[in-house]
């Protein structure tokens, strides 16, 4: 199968603070895909004094999604765990775009799309 390649793309990430211990990518996709179109999300955990922290960003493919989530997640929950979020902020970040047309090597040809498409 061929490999996706990358372009700029703008997205709007959204900061999530307060997430459980130990919280994966997968939970907090899970979380806020139904928002609208997620790019990417990425989960920061740390430990300190034996005692776990976690926070994300998910980065929206577009302004309304991020908002959409903020206003409905504002006061929500994650794996049980009241958690903080600020407002969402533009952000350029690189993102796959995967091959819809095997027979196609060029990503400016027809059959390609970009995960945010």
């Not at 996706?4 to 211990?21: A, D, I, Y």
């Not at 300190?48 to 926070?55: A, E, I, R």
């Not at 958690?83 to 091959?99: E, F």
Request: with cysteine; aromatic share 10%; proline share 9%.
């Amino acid at each position: 199968p061929q490999e996706p390649q990358e372009m700029m793309h703008e997205c709007w990430v959204l900061w999530v603070g307060s997430l459980p211990p130990r919280c994966t990518e997968e939970e907090l996709l899970e979380a806020f895909q139904v928002f609208g179109p997620i790019a990417s999300v990425t989960v920061k955990s740390q430990q300190h004094s034996g005692v776990y922290s976690s926070l994300g960003f998910v980065n929206f493919c577009d302004e309304l999604g991020a908002l959409t989530a903020f206003d409905h997640m504002e006061d929500g929950q994650v794996g049980g765990y009241d958690i903080k979020l600020r407002t969402p902020q533009p952000k350029t970040l690189l993102v796959p775009i995967w091959p819809l047309n095997i027979d196609s090597a060029d990503p400016d040809a027809p059959g390609w799309g970009a995960w945010c498409d």
